[in-house]
């Protein structure tokens, strides 16, 4: 029940927040971490060289992300950015390619050769895509996703014509594309999955399972759909996800 009334609150919040996510987003990379708003102590600053990618889903923008960003600045990753893509106008692959293009300019601008990217329900997909399908593994260390129907959702059977929600059906081109061998594929997989997930139908399908594919599936109790990229829980587990990933990756010898 309760968890159920945060999550009524996080889409009022996010339909407040839309707004502000229709705009260009004001690039405060360089900008230093202030106390978090929780009075929460923040991890450890790390070096901040590794750029973090954000991916909205389905009827979102970046808005969604204010959250995840502030407290992926204060875990120290100062360089994260999102993808603002129009959903009506894309479907997963069209979408792939925004961020294989997107991705190109991050590395170019950051002078680093990959990149880590968390991606929201659709979102999730759209990156998938990019990693497996398009070589976007050579610049995704790791891929984190919430709240992505990996297997399809039944909640996508409604009678609309949308070619990206039909791309979210059990058994879509795009999902059995996903499900082919990716024998080369190195990138890190981390998927959330929540118990309450109302637009993940059946929620199990949140998970990622590959045989080719490094991938640890991290269930959630409790967390809605929209709420997933907005709770605090989720979001520390996320940080800590990427800071982990980012101390442990190896350096080019000077």
Excluded at 105 to 133: D, M
Excluded at 148 to 162: E, I
């Amino acid at each position: 029940m309760f968890g159920a009334a945060v999550e009524a609150a996080a889409i009022i919040e996010a339909l407040a927040l839309y707004p502000s996510g229709m705009g260009e987003e004001r690039h405060t990379a360089g900008s230093r971490p202030g106390p978090p708003s929780d009075g929460t102590v923040p991890f450890q600053a790390i070096s901040a060289d590794c750029p973090v990618l954000l991916v909205h889903g389905l009827s979102s923008n970046r808005a969604i992300f204010h959250v995840l960003r502030r407290e992926l600045r204060q875990a120290g990753f100062h360089r994260v950015t999102v993808l603002n893509y129009s959903w009506l106008r894309n479907d997963v692959r069209s979408a792939a390619r925004l961020l294989a293009d997107k991705v190109e300019r991050v590395c170019e601008g950051s002078g680093r050769q990959r990149v880590h990217v968390i991606g929201h329900s659709f979102g999730g997909l759209v990156a998938r895509y990019y990693v497996q399908r398009m070589g976007g593994h050579s610049r995704v260390h790791t891929l984190v996703t919430l709240g992505t129907p990996h297997r399809g959702t039944l909640a996508a059977m409604v009678p609309l014509p949308h070619q990206a929600i039909r791309q979210l059906r059990p058994g879509s081109d795009v999902l059995v594309e996903l499900a082919g061998p990716a024998p080369r594929c190195g990138t890190r997989f981390v998927a959330f999955h929540s118990d309450l997930d109302e637009m993940i139908v059946p929620t199990a399908n949140a998970r990622l399972d590959h045989p080719d594919l490094q991938i640890s599936n991290v269930p959630v109790r409790g967390v809605g759909h929209v709420s997933l990229p907005l709770h605090g829980r989720v979001v520390g587990e996320v940080c800590r996800v990427l800071r982990d990933a980012h101390v442990a990756e190896p350096r080019a010898a000077a």
